[in-house]
């Protein structure tokens, strides 16, 4: 079993910054890939970011150029680092371990709040 605790949210004004921190503590069998999702009022979960065990890195279009994930396998915590933040960014922020074709390793964090205002 895995435990997954996000944190580093809060409000910041449109262009500012802020930085996500994911922790995973637990097994490290289902601790392969880690993923961002963020879902706003209204709207689906959508997925962000994606990094692997290896650092490959994969972005939603809408984040590209802004946002940065990458990883420190010494205290098992995945970033994200948000760039240029713009109001359609305000979400809920989770965390979501797991290992491909292992359904049961997928593990979620409770989320983080940004809040970007204009």
Not at 94 to 118: A, E, H, L
Request: with cysteine.
């Amino acid at each position: 079993q895995v435990k997954v605790v996000e944190s580093g949210g809060g409000s910041v004004q449109a262009g500012g910054s802020l930085r996500l921190s994911c922790l995973a503590s637990g097994d490290t069998y289902c601790n392969v890939d880690r993923s961002w999702y963020r879902q706003a009022p209204g709207k689906e979960r959508e997925l962000v970011s994606t990094i692997e065990s290896d650092g490959g890195t994969t972005y939603a279009d809408s984040v590209k150029g802004r946002f940065t994930i990458s990883q420190d396998h010494a205290k098992s915590t995945v970033y994200l680092e948000m760039n240029s933040l713009k109001p359609e960014d305000t979400a809920m922020y989770y965390c979501k371990t797991s290992r491909p074709g292992i359904g049961w390793c997928d593990f979620w964090g409770q989320g983080t709040q940004v809040t970007v205002s204009s």
